[in-house]
């Protein structure tokens, strides 16, 4: 007779291909997130007289999405820290320096501050390192508790 209870899958994290492996996510959803992330961040939707930044909104949520697909794929906290790391890096080329800042990312338009490039470089590079952070805090409570 076979065995129909499921038990559950354990990720290998540590081997150097799942190291690679992991790295390698991180670097593809790096340039996912950069490219999604700069084209849509001016976005705005004006609703009952409110401004909603949801360029804004809908980054955050989907740095949040990425961090917890990522662990939850890998089991590992190093994808979420390449994604930290090298989303500035990868963003450079689109914040260029010249009149106003970059062609994405203007620093000001029409003499009013652009805020929202800034803030969409923090989302981009403070989300993952805070899913790095908790989960580690998460550990090392559990670790207690043992």
Do not use: K
């Not at 150097?16 to 593809?28: D, E, F, H, K, S």
């Not at 950069?34 to 609703?47: G, S, Y």
């Not at 989303?87 to 338009?109: D, N, Q, R, S, T």
């Not at 009013?112 to 090392?140: D, E, K, N, S």
């Amino acid at each position: 007779m076979t065995d129909t209870r499921h038990r559950g899958t354990v990720v290998e994290t540590t081997s150097p291909n799942a190291r690679i492996t992991q790295g390698v996510l991180g670097v593809v959803l790096t340039v996912l997130s950069v490219l999604l992330l700069l084209t849509t961040h001016r976005m705005r939707l004006a609703l009952g007289g409110v401004d909603l930044p949801v360029g804004l909104l809908f980054g955050g949520a989907f740095q949040i999405v990425t961090c917890v697909f990522l662990y939850a794929a890998t089991g590992s906290r190093l994808p979420l820290i390449v994604v930290g790391a090298l989303w500035g890096l990868v963003a450079l080329p689109f914040l260029g320096h010249g009149a106003g800042g970059g062609v994405l990312m203007p620093a000001e338009i029409a003499g009013r501050l652009q805020l929202a490039g800034w803030i969409v470089q923090g989302l981009g590079i403070g989300i993952p390192f805070l899913a790095a952070l908790v989960i580690t805090v998460g550990r090392a409570r559990r670790q207690r508790r043992r």
